[in-house]
Nanobody, 117 residues
Framework: QVQLVESGGGLVQAGESLRLSCAAS????????MGWYRQPPGKQREWVAG???????HYADSVNGRFTISRDNGENTVYLQMNSLKLEDTAVYYC???????????WGQGTQVTVSS
């Protein structure tokens, strides 16, 4: 079925910006929700941002005002624009797609984001 592939991670300095991409092999419009999660070193995976099929977006308090999730249905790609990056943003970032009726989830392989002083 639909496969998700993240890209755009890398090493940046605090205060700089980075944009992550999540490319799907199929239509992202078929997902009820899509979002980004991250797993910092030594911590459990946490939710970062989400976008519903309606276009409504939500953000974790830790990134609200700094990160922006967006979607391009024509390109079957979800983005995460990360501005004013902080050291605590360092994590492996994962893309997620959710089917509500089937209660099923699809995950990307993850991309590493490292923020240095």
């Amino acid at each position: 079925q639909v496969q998700l592939v993240e890209s755009g991670g890398g090493l940046v300095q605090a205060g700089e910006s980075l944009r992550l991409s999540c490319a799907a092999s199929g239509s992202i419009a078929s997902f009820d929700n899509m979002g980004w999660y991250r797993q910092p070193p030594g911590k459990q995976r946490e939710w970062v941002a989400g976008i519903a099929s309606s276009g409504v977006t939500h953000y974790a308090d830790s990134v609200n005002g700094r990160f922006t999730i967006s979607r391009d249905n024509g390109e079957n790609t979800v983005y995460l624009q990360m501005n004013s990056l902080k050291l605590e943003d360092t994590a492996v970032y994962y893309c997620n797609g959710h089917y509500a009726y089937q209660d099923g989830d699809y995950w990307g392989q993850g991309t590493q984001v490292t923020v240095s002083s």
